[in-house]
């Protein structure tokens, strides 16, 4: 069964969502290996802890963005580019630990992955992944989305469908035992994102994510404000004490590769 944790006070932490939960998770592994580390955020965080991290990412741009990352941080990193949807270019038991934050989305069927991942796992070696909730689960993301559906069209709004794959936690815990490993357990973490208003929700979706970024980039100020209207009485909702607070979940899944 999964369980649930929250953060609700105060402002959200520079540290990205999840992070400390994925660190945790594997805590004491000495080789980790960081699938679809991209800019190495989590990457960085696991050599902070200790590990030695090996981040693997499909972007040579990404994956530069965490080299420098690490140098700015002073640890090491060893970063490979390589497809985690293609066989792993590293050996059997190569590693103590997995972590995935957000990539195990995209694969449509995510069993044959974590097969890959188990395969370079050392025998009761750990993995900590986590994705997004169902968007139910996410309206800081579905909202605007669905926002820019109802005033632009369908044809605007149909990016990032691999958001929510795997979001209910009883899938992601499926995905992983079907993969066979073994003491799977699943976890709902929970935060709330606090906002003034719809305009400053948009203001830094388009500063902070590339989808809403190119979206409102193309956008006429009559647009722009339309959009930032429906998306107002789409937050309702969420607007308590004079302040929007938006919910965001993720599913987090630890599990072990059999001794």
């Known amino acids: ?15 990205p969502f999840g992070v400390p939960e994925l660190v945790g998770a594997v805590a004491g592994a000495r080789r980790v290996l960081d699938v679809g580390c991209g800019s190495g955020r989590l990457t960085v965080a696991l050599a902070r802890a200790g590990a030695e991290v090996t981040g693997m990412d499909t972007s040579a741009e990404r994956l530069a963005e965490a080299r420098r ?17 293609e066989p792993l270019p590293f050996a059997d ?36 992944t986590v994705v997004w909730a169902a968007l139910p689960e996410n309206p800081w993301f579905d909202a605007p989305r669905e926002a820019v559906r109802a005033v632009l069209g369908d044809g605007h709004a149909s990016f990032a469908r691999a958001f929510g794959r795997l979001g209910d936690p009883a899938d992601a815990e499926r995905a992983h035992r079907e993969s066979g490993l073994e003491e799977v357990a699943g976890q709902l973490l929970r935060e709330h994102v606090p906002r003034a208003d719809a305009t400053e929700h948009w203001r830094l979706l388009a500063t902070e994510n590339a989808h809403f970024r190119r979206i409102d980039a193309a956008l006429g100020e009559e647009e722009r404000r339309a959009v930032v209207a429906e998306l107002e009485a789409r937050l309702l909702p969420y607007r308590t004490a004079g302040r929007l607070e938006l919910p965001r979940t993720l599913v987090l899944v630890t599990a072990s590769r059999p001794g």
Not at 1 to 7: D, L
């Open 1 to 15: 069964m999964a369980h649930v944790t929250s953060s609700d006070e105060g402002p959200v932490p520079s540290t």
């Open 69 to 85: 990352r690490a140098e700015e941080a002073g640890v090491p990193l060893t970063l490979v580019e390589a497809d985690m949807g």
């Open 93 to 128: 038991a190569s590693f103590d630990a997995v972590t995935s934050r957000l990539s195990l989305m995209v694969p449509r069927d995510a069993v044959p992955t974590l097969r890959e991942l188990r395969r370079v796992l050392a025998p009761g070696g750990r993995i900590a």
